[in-house]
């Protein structure tokens, strides 16, 4: 090909308009997630003053406040159209929808047993119909934000259309383009997994499930402190995409997933909940719905580890793939 030829550029619809709205439809949501954060904060105050037990709302409080920051900043971007923005939009909403089907999943199964035990509680029953109208309801609205949202997301984020858009708004190559996609995303959910686990010692009262019992006290936190900080570690060698990091992070997801559901299968699972604080009449309730059953822990601890086995397993692949090509 001769030198002087102009390589013609790719015809593409411009996606500025959308980039916007999609943009500003994010930064909505990532304030009404600081609002459900404020009311969260709120409840954790009214449950204190009455002697209840805050620490199961504590990972909530967390959460929403970190979505809200989360969405906010990637919503700036997206209106911007900044590279970085659409390839983290891709892995966010990508894990959201396949752990969104998990909980659709989880809640068809756990909402009907809520209000069966709901209906054993006392004499003062709502008419029939009303648990109905609800379930109808939380279903739905399950529906939308666990399924149709991140799935509006991925389809939007990956379109060759936004891709080239963002491509042509930035032209100068992004940090996020330095790594594939998929050793990106492996590097996101391990660093989601380790800032996830920041409050469970805080809400198991310091409780660490180890192979069949937990350990409490000092060692418990330690284990914890110890977890936290090597999902850290895994997640920047997996940013500067190194192997030993996907070795690692696999190893380390096994290992914990395999004490976790070992311990639900066998140990007690009351222990947890009054580690948490939690009264007789909210325990007997948890037992009532089916969720202190050792069978149900187990398999919700399987269905989460799953996505990320296959993340951390084609992760590898692709680095692994990148360093041959590198020696060759």
């Known amino acids: 090909m001769n030198p002087n030829d102009v390589i013609p550029e790719v015809p593409y619809k411009d996606r500025r308009n959308g ?7 994010q930064i909505v949501m990532g304030a009404g997630a600081w609002l459900l954060a404020l009311l969260t904060g709120v409840t954790v105050q009214m449950a204190a003053r009455q002697g209840m037990s805050a620490a199961s709302m504590l990972p909530g409080l967390l959460f929403y406040t970190g979505a809200g920051a989360v969405f906010i900043g990637l919503g700036v971007g997206t209106v911007r ?13 990508t894990g959201w929808l396949v752990f969104g089907v998990i ?36 279903l739905g609205f399950g529906t939308v934000f666990l399924l149709v949202v991140p799935l509006v997301f991925v389809l939007f984020f990956r379109s060759p259309h936004v891709k080239a858009t963002c491509e042509a708004i930035n032209p100068a190559p992004s940090w996020s383009d330095s790594r594939p ?3 990106l995303a492996a590097a996101l959910w391990v660093s989601f997994l380790g800032l996830s686990m920041l409050a469970m010692p805080f809400m198991y009262g310091g409780l660490y499930p180890v192979f069949g019992a937990f350990v409490r006290g000092g060692v418990g936190w330690a284990l914890w402190g110890g977890t936290i900080t090597a999902c850290a570690v895994c997640a920047l060698g997996l940013f500067r995409g190194r192997v030993w990091a996907c070795d690692g992070a696999l190893v380390l997801v096994l290992a914990f997933s395999a004490s976790s559901i070992l311990t639900y299968w066998k140990a007690d699972m009351k222990e947890l909940y009054v580690s948490m604080g939690m009264l007789d009449a909210q325990i007997q309730l948890i037992e009532k719905m089916g969720l202190m059953s050792s069978g149900y822990m187990a398999s919700t601890s399987v269905c989460f580890l799953c996505p990320y086995i296959l993340l951390l397993a084609w992760a590898r692949y692709k680095i692994s793939r990148d360093d041959n090509r590198m020696v060759g």
């Open 19 to 25: 980039l916007m709205i999609v943009g500003i439809l």
């Open 181 to 183: 996609l998929p050793v």
């Open 103 to 138: 909980g659709l999943g989880g809640m068809v199964y756990w909402i009907p047993r809520v209000f069966e035990a709901l209906g054993t509680m006392g004499p003062n029953q709502p008419p029939p119909g009303v648990f109905t109208i609800m379930l109808v309801v939380m």
């Open 81 to 93: 159209g900044r590279r970085w923005a659409r390839a983290i939009w891709l892995v966010v909403s």
